[in-house]
């Protein structure tokens, strides 16, 4: 039984990281007024860019640096697309991803059902010793520490610092943040490439942690749920990860329920995820005076300075 | 400061001139503002006054002329060098984010680091010794207008500015909140700040200011003392024509049932910062003319579109037009019943900009003009029914195939104006109806209103100009928080109620603030 359990949250732990560090990533964007639906397509660029480099080089490091890259380039071609041409936000994303898919599954082509190097995990001494939580806690590769990190620091960054308050006000008024002397378009640049250097990221540990192989679409509609956990935590990042472990731990506790033989069908059981995690989201975020104070008020819409 | 420097004017422009295409915005203009003075800057929207100030704060830049601050030459080439020299500006529409707090919209404004330690203390400080309550931790979208203009001055006052510039103050103010502005902006000028105050509000200048200058067309007309000159002699000056006086005559209340009648309207704003409506109850007469006060934002445009049939009210009945319950239906059915509807924004709202005027008209007129046939446009006619409102009411353009953002505000707004006019409209509402429009076309648009109820019309006119109610309206009522005030008659008003009225619910959220600090 404790070995269920443990193997349970070991589970839960590897399938929230990717959701928690490209949700993580679209926070900053959405927090700066961009909303970039492109998160599928660059988490894609960046599994194959981490999965080939690795391969090639046999450095899960160099792979995890390709896959920031490969996410960066692809956010910033959207930057350019939206920030300095003015489309519109979201049918560039949607495009973005339509291409990560379809460039990611061209690349990849050669790499179908061969090994590369696996992230290595991080031993912590002592800790991971200790019996029941050391398995859970203390045995586990750079990303998954990582995240949490991540997640931490964004808190931080958004509500302690001066410059994240720059970027909220940026999210909040591009006008008045305009007037007042900030340089808006540079400011979303930054955050839309920080959003695509966490997607890529989150695919770097999809295809080098989570299942080291390559597959087409071995995202499987992550970066949307990553979207999604974005809006529905309201954009506060301890409710983002909130969401994140909750939706890793009900995909894993249906998938057990399965195995055990309870009778659900198993249409519902790939459903049950989503639908908890909506509802749990939807729930805690009903307050309109919250979601007004947190919702970036330019979210998506384009900023032409005028003269 | 020694005696010789207080001679020396602080701030002196020479010939300040600025062209824009098609517009000569300032003419070789002449300003003086004197150490410790309040000087009025006087003119019509469009007179150049703004042009001028930008240039003073370094939006923009002179085309030629020169400005001497304390005496010596110099060229402000952005908000930020002018911030150095001790230039403070408060702007008409305010830059402020509505998601953050106080002490956060005002460290953004803050270049230095240093500035920002113990900030939120020295904000509570700075606006206790000015008597501007402002409570830090609040957040910017629950406060009143009033209150947000507080934010901007103190976070001027925090730079200990030489001068402040403020632009239209008072036009988002109760008149209770203007006195208490003035106290303030008094006692700043005895502490050693000039302030150059625009406005085209002759009786607080009259009040406030020791010098003004005035502009029109781009150029300055006069200097003069205000309190010399009676506010009608200014308004002259202002507007170059004699004024005649504008008295209509009263007009018969008709006894038939009412017009229009709402009852306990209650919409939840589609805005995310908007005000939600509670219980909006109104009976209009045949031929009245009912204007709604209230300071912006206070659930104005919310009631244009529930009156327009933008937002439908969930219940039918809770508007009725000429005993038929049209609560639940939308604009078109509306109008067919003979509502027409002007919202306060012309561009965009009222008229789609990059449309032609005959397109324009159409847009509202082909239910009531049959201006469509078989389902589609009737070309001519619409031509020929924009063609007979330019006519009418004297819309300066090229012709019905002008794009509306071609024309100027006044323009425009006439065109809008008369498009719903020609249309005999049982119920006219209309929003702001002379916001940023000249004075000609404002007395054109005065002139078409009445001559409208005149004829059986019943108008509602919502706006946040005191003296334009006054002058139009047979009853009126102050909306504030979403809620409509007892109508009264315009008779029995006086400016004293209407303005407690009008700041009922943030006066008494200021008590509620005030507690704390």
């Not at chain 1, 350019?80 to 339509?98: C, D, E, H, K, Y």
């Not at chain 1, 919250?290 to 008020?297: E, G, S, T």
């Not at chain 2, 300003?31 to 007179?47: D, F, M, R, S």
């Amino acid at each position: 039984m404790i070995f269920l359990i443990v193997s349970f949250l070991v589970s839960m732990i590897s399938a929230s990281t990717p959701l928690l560090i490209a949700a993580s990533g679209e926070l900053i964007a959405e927090k700066s007024g961009v909303l970039n639906l492109g998160v599928e397509g660059m988490m894609l660029m960046g599994a194959i860019a981490a999965f080939a480099t690795a391969h090639a080089t046999g450095s899960t490091s160099l792979g995890m640096l390709a896959a920031i890259g490969a996410g960066m380039m692809m956010a910033l071609l959207f930057a350019f697309l939206t920030l300095t041409l003015l489309a519109n936000q979201i049918a560039s994303g949607l495009a973005l991803t339509i291409f990560g898919r379809g460039f990611s599954a061209l690349l990849g082509a050669g790499y179908v059902g061969i090994a590369a190097p696996t992230l290595s995990k991080l031993n912590i001494p002592i800790l991971s010793h200790l019996p029941v939580i050391g398995p859970i806690l203390f045995h586990h590769d750079v990303l998954v520490y990582g995240s949490f990190v991540m997640i931490g620091a964004i808190w931080w960054f958004l509500n302690r610092t001066h410059a994240g308050l720059i970027l909220r006000a940026v999210g909040d008024s591009h006008d008045a943040a305009h007037a007042t002397g900030y340089p808006v378009l540079r400011i979303r640049y930054a955050a839309t490439a920080f959003g695509g250097a966490m997607a890529g990221l989150a695919g770097a540990y999809l295809s080098l942690s989570y299942s080291p192989l390559w597959a087409q679409d071995m995202t499987a509609g992550r970066g949307w749920i990553a979207l999604a956990l974005v809006t529905f935590s309201a954009w506060r990042p301890l409710w983002l990860l909130f969401g994140a472990y909750l939706f890793g731990g009900i995909m894993f506790l249906s998938l057990y329920l399965q195995g055990m033989g309870v009778p659900i069908p198993a249409p519902f059981i790939s459903a049950l995820p989503y639908l908890a995690t909506v509802i749990v989201l939807v729930l805690i975020s009903r307050d309109r005076r919250r979601i007004r104070l947190n919702q970036p008020a330019c979210l998506g819409k384009s900023f032409h300075a005028a003269a | 400061m020694s005696a010789p420097q207080d001679q020396t004017p602080l701030l002196k422009l020479i010939g300040i001139t600025k062209q824009f295409p098609g517009c000569l915005a300032n003419d070789h203009v002449d300003l003086t503002v004197g150490q410790h003075q309040i000087h009025a800057l006087l003119g019509e929207n469009g007179a150049g006054k703004s042009t001028l100030v930008k240039m003073i704060y370094g939006v923009m830049k002179p085309d030629a002329g020169e400005i001497l601050w304390q005496g010596e030459r110099v060229t402000i080439a952005n908000p930020a060098f002018a911030r150095r020299l001790g230039i403070g500006m408060v702007f008409q529409h305010f830059s402020l984010f509505e998601a953050l707090t106080v002490v956060e919209n005002i460290a953004l404004g803050l270049n230095n680091k240093a500035d920002r330690i113990g900030l939120a203390d020295r904000i509570v400080e700075i606006s206790t010794r000015y008597g501007l309550p402002l409570d830090p931790a609040a957040s910017v979208h629950d406060l009143s207008v009033g209150e947000r203009q507080r934010i901007e001055i103190v976070r001027c006052l925090l730079q200990n500015p030489k001068l402040l510039i403020m632009d239209e103050p008072t036009s988002v103010l109760t008149p209770q909140e203007a006195k208490k502005l003035f106290a303030t902006l008094r006692r700043l000028a005895t502490e050693g700040c000039s302030i150059l105050y625009i406005s085209h509000k002759l009786e607080e200048i009259r009040a406030l200011c020791e010098a003004a200058t005035i502009m029109r067309l781009g150029k300055v007309v006069a200097h003069c003392t205000p309190a010399a000159h009676s506010a009608r002699e200014l308004a002259e000056l202002m507007i170059s024509a004699k004024l005649k006086p504008n008295d209509f005559a009263p007009r018969p209340i008709s006894d038939r049932p009412p017009r229009l009648i709402l009852d306990r309207l209650t919409i939840r704003s589609n805005n995310q910062f908007g005000t939600d409506l509670t219980d909006i109850s109104l009976d209009l007469a045949h031929g009245e003319i009912f204007g709604i006060a209230g300071i912006a934002g206070n659930g104005q445009s919310e009631l244009m579109e529930a009156l327009s049939g933008e937002i439908p009210s969930g219940k039918p009945e809770a508007i009725i037009l000429d005993g038929i319950k049209i609560g639940h239906e939308g604009p078109n059915e509306r109008r067919r019943l003979g509502g027409s509807f002007l919202p306060e924004e012309r561009n965009g709202h009222g008229a789609i900009g990059g449309m032609s005027l005959s397109e324009n008209g159409f847009l509202s007129g082909h239910v009531r003009g049959s201006l469509h046939r078989l389902g589609l446009i009737d070309r001519k006619r619409s031509f020929d029914f924009a063609q007979s409102i330019i006519h009418r009411f004297d819309v300066r353009t090229t012709g019905p195939a002008a794009e509306a953002r071609a024309l100027s505000g006044g323009n425009l707004q006439k065109f809008l104006v008369g498009r719903e006019v020609l249309q005999a409209p049982g119920l006219l509402v209309i929003n702001q109806p002379t916001w940023g429009v000249d004075a000609g076309s404002a007395a054109a648009i005065y002139q078409a209103i009445v001559q409208l109820a005149e004829a059986g019309t019943s108008i509602i006119l919502i706006s946040q100009d005191l003296d334009e109610i006054f002058l139009l309206c047979d009853r009126l009522a102050v909306i504030a928080g979403g809620r409509l005030s007892a109508p009264m008659r315009v008779a029995d008003a006086s400016i004293e109620r209407i303005g407690l009225l009008m700041g009922g619910t943030a006066e008494a959220r200021e008590v509620a603030h005030a507690v704390p600090v």
